[in-house]
């Protein structure tokens, strides 16, 4: 009857075990820090200690062999303590600032690229797309890697008016809640999901898949003697839940699936209160593996951001103070019904002032 | 087919540039046939402007309704080593910190079970492990656990909760994020691996109001660091900044949202008692400006993603909470909250959307919460008031 001892719910490590030890002497205990270049920070203790931290970009996809190579890192210039930011950084943290550059020189030959501190464009938070998810309208790490290798001297350097958040999503579930990025690229569908009628009978139940739809968009219907559904195309919004539980209701198009841009979202307190990003382009095709348009749009927004705002404006503020007339007319994007929402609560989006520049 | 490397021209584009190349990262692995078919089935996706997976089918480990996503090919004749390609969540320590050890072990352990592919970090803030196949599913599991890792969240659960590097490694943090992640982790292991819940239920803890884990938009319940008395100030070190080249007057005090604060040449004074406590100044001069010294955290429910009712940020619900463990008053909250979203949300209904349905007014007092006007951007504009005293009738009968 001897059962072997299964072990479950535990959670996560104490994250205790996984600090280093001038951070277990100075815990809460940090005075301030400073950015003495691209990459470098360092803190420094009430205790007058010094933590120097060394950030590399990282793809956000890694295969063990790097992070294998990582943990070397980690044993030859840190006695083995490492760790990763919320986007997709990773960090060496050294009490030594004399390996600093040697660590440098050695992440740089690995292929990853010390930078994203500061007024800076730092690691694009995104989705897995065409890599790993069913209901993608483009693939992620190809668009990053495509804007990240044009935006790459905003990485290494520190050249812009304020920090410039930038991220991606695949689809509109937003796996990546890029709603509030001062950039946000986001994958989208355009049209209803086609039905394979012969199919669906066989692999998916009709009522999950009717109650699946956040608009009640999709009715069960007979069609060829078959048990299906129809869609009401004019209340779908693309958004692919139906192909989460039923493949045979196709949401991905490999002809008018695309990309839209947002701009001016936040997330921190700093000056002005958080904001949502708003729409700048709604559609760019899909056009694999360099997405040029997607990387020309989004390079001349960012031009045209760091020519135009001032000092510790984020994108977002600078279009506040300039006004929405303004940006279309500085980035040359042309404005369309499409910029107009007519979701809930539109009504509170539009303008209801004479205060225009003329 | 997986027998040998496929020609990928379209992917081999993308490992030029001066940005690290995932496609270069998959071939690392590319010894496995596993990850050969994943190049060619991603090859096809970038020939054919389409993606090639399906969601979905009940896979997991025993006892868990969460944790790992299924993940189908639907070219499973053509590229059989990915016929099933699930992925694992696995939780992250707080604030992301590793010893190459423990690195080691994660990787030795996805060597003998997966792809060898993985995301550090996914959205959510996991360690993803990124394509096994169903057999795998359990072994994988069972050395995770032996060597102290657990499985993170999915579905309608707990999400596996996230935080900034807090009092780790940073002088802004006003509350320690990283025991406050992990002791609410701990706690709540049974609805985070056991969807029982409407839908998702995320916590992120942010030390300081510039919330570096994107609480505000990311989280059911945010919980962002604050102070209640006096930035302090090292009157100094400002003129150490104004010698050094900063405009103390265009830089801090005409960018103050509420225009607090006034600079002399000599000295800057604040006034506190109108400071919002947004960071500007503190971020620009962080060796003159610290946080004060009574420090909390605000507490903002209901963020998420445009799906389903459009997105949301988090909206105020404790202007100021002290973040001491074992975080009783927080804990109390959350499970107010789940017991009345439990009992009446709908399927897949985020509590952000919840409360918009219901009402916030209506929401505060069926969790015990006295209405503040912290809570409200501005009182309401309309005069279509709801009066209690129908209600109070009601229930005298």
Known sequence: ?358 | MSEKNRATPLLDELEKGPWPSFVKEIKKESERPMVRDLLGLLERSYEEHIGHWKHGGLVGVMGYGGGVIGRYSDLPEEFPEIAEFHTYRVNQPSAWFYTSDALRTLCDIWDRHGSGLTNMHGSTGDIIFLGSKTEALEPCFADLTEAGFDLGGSGSDVRTPSCCVGPARCEWACYDTLEACYDITQTYQDELHRPAFPYKYKFKFAGCPNDCVASIARSDMSVIGTWKDNIQIDQEQVREYAAGGTDIEAEICEMCPTGCITWNGEQLVIDNSECVKCMHCINVMPRALKPGKERGATILIGAKAPIIGGALLSSVFVPFLEMEPPYEDLKELAEAIWDFWGEYGKNRERVGEFIQRVGLGNFLEEIGLDPVPEMVAHPRTNPYIFFDEELEEDEDE
Not at chain 1, 18 to 29: A, D, H, R, S, V
Not at chain 1, 62 to 70: E, P, Q, S, V
């Open chain 1, 1 to 358: 009857m001897a059962v072997a001892t299964r072990k479950t719910d535990i959670g996560p490590p104490n994250y205790k075990q996984f600090l280093p030890p001038i951070i277990q002497k100075n815990y809460g205990k940090w005075a301030y820090h400073e950015i003495p270049e691209p990459g470098v920070m360092v803190h420094v203790a009430e205790s007058g200690d010094k933590l120097y931290t060394v950030r590399a970009g990282t793809p956000r996809l890694l295969a063990i062999t790097t992070i294998r190579a990582f943990a070397d890192l980690a044993d030859r210039y840190c006695d083995g303590y490492i760790r990763w930011t919320s986007r997709h950084n990773v960090e060496f943290l050294l009490t030594d600032p004399s390996k600093i550059p040697a660590l440098k020189k050695d992440l740089e030959e690995l292929g990853f690229p010390v930078g994203g501190t500061g007024n800076a464009i730092s690691s694009i938070v995104h989705t897995q797309g065409w890599v790993h998810c069913h209901s993608a309208a483009t693939d992620a790490s190809g668009v990053v890697k495509s804007l990240m290798d044009e935006l790459f001297p905003h990485f290494v350097n520190m050249d812009l008016p304020a920090k410039l958040r930038v991220a991606f999503a695949c689809c509109l579930n937003m796996c990546g809640a890029v709603h509030c990025s001062d950039i946000a690229v986001l994958g989208v569908h355009t049209r209803a999901p086609t039905i394979d009628h012969d199919e669906l009978p066989k692999v998916c139940e009709v009522p999950t898949l009717v109650s699946s739809c956040p608009t009640g968009a999709i009715r069960p219907a007979t069609v060829d003697g078959n048990a299906s559904v129809e869609i009401e195309e004019e209340q779908c919004m693309y958004c692919g839940n139906c192909y989460t539980v039923c493949p045979s209701v196709k949401i991905n198009n490999a002809e008018t699936d695309g990309i839209s841009i947002w701009v001016g979202g936040k997330v921190s307190n700093a000056r002005s209160e958080p904001k949502f990003s708003k729409l700048a382009i709604p559609y760019l095709p899909n056009n694999p593996p360099r997405w040029p348009e997607v990387v020309e749009a989004v390079v001349n927004i960012v031009n045209v951001y760091a020519q135009n705002a001032r000092k510790h404006e984020r994108l977002g503020e600078w279009i506040d103070r300039i006004g929405w007339p303004r940006f279309f007319e500085l980035t040359g994007i042309p404005f369309t019904k499409y910029h107009i929402d007519d979701f809930k609560h539109a009504g509170e989006t539009y303008k209801r002032s004479v205060q225009l520049k003329h």
